[in-house]
T-cell receptor, first 115, second 112 residues
Framework: SAVISQKPSRDICQRGTSLTIQCQVD?????MFWYRQQPGQSLTLIAT?????????ESGFVIDKFPISRPNLTFSTLTVSNMSPEDSSIYLC????????????FGPGTRLTVL | GNSVTQMEGPVTLSEEAFLTINCTYT??????LFWYVQYPGEGLQLLLK?????DKGSNKGFEATYRKETTSFHLEKGSVQVSDSAVYFC???????????FGAGTRLFVKA
């Protein structure tokens, strides 16, 4: 099973600034996912990141606000741009293992607070 | 469309009580079904899964049976512990898809 780390684990940021979150996987994976989890809520998929192609964004999320990089099969970044207090959430990256019937493995999350 | 509905929380139980968290789904075909658990301050981790009708997933004393006739995947545990306090998410991946669809989550508090 994949082991995923995220950096930073938490941050407090000022309105209007940007934060880049890193996700590192200990094995090569094709598909990586970025989720947002607002306080007390379920997970909302932001985008799917495949290596070598543009990320695919879900409805309500745009590349200008949440640019994603996927330079190789073990790493991805998500940037939260021009932040507002409404962006305060936990951001989670995950990977899928098709061999395990689409089981997902999650990173520990990045807890973001925007003042 | 594809969706997952689970019982609202929070659920508060005393230690050693019986736990049921209801989950029903709507999906085309034969989805794979999952329960994920999120302990305080952590990411999600897989608790158990079932990939076809009548399969029973089990782990750490938790069980759930894939019931196609009732489109349900209820989570049960015979005797909960304080350490089971967490948020539980029911989820599915639909046939031919790759995205996981999560329920709203049910928070469980277990009192000593």
């Amino acid at each position: 099973s994949a082991v995923i780390s995220q950096k930073p684990s938490r941050d407090i940021c000022q309105r209007g600034t940007s934060l880049t979150i890193q996700c590192q996987v200990d094995s090569q994976v094709t598909m990586m996912f970025w989720y947002r989890q607002q306080p007390g809520q379920s997970l909302t998929l932001i985008a799917t990141a495949n290596q070598g192609s543009e990320a695919t964004y879900e409805s309500g999320f745009v590349i200008d606000k949440f640019p994603i990089s996927r330079p190789n099969l073990t790493f991805s970044t998500l940037t939260v741009s021009n932040m507002s207090p409404e962006d305060s959430s936990i951001y989670l990256c995950s990977v899928e293992e098709r061999e395990s019937y689409n089981e997902q493995f999650f990173g520990p999350g990045t807890r973001l607070t925007v003042l | 469309g594809n969706s997952v509905t689970q019982m609202e929380g929070p659920v508060t139980l005393s230690e050693e009580a019986f736990l049921t968290i209801n989950c029903t789904y709507t999906a085309t075909g034969y989805p794979s079904l999952f329960w994920y658990v999120q302990y305080p301050g952590e990411g999600l981790q897989l608790l158990l899964k079932a990939t076809k009708a009548d399969d029973k997933g089990s782990n750490k004393g938790f069980e759930a049976t894939y019931r196609k006739e009732t489109t349900s995947f209820h989570l049960e545990k015979g005797s909960v512990q304080v350490s089971d306090s967490a948020v539980y998410f029911c989820a599915l991946v639909y046939t031919g898809g790759f995205k996981t669809i999560f329920g709203a989550g049910t928070r469980l508090f277990v009192k000593a």
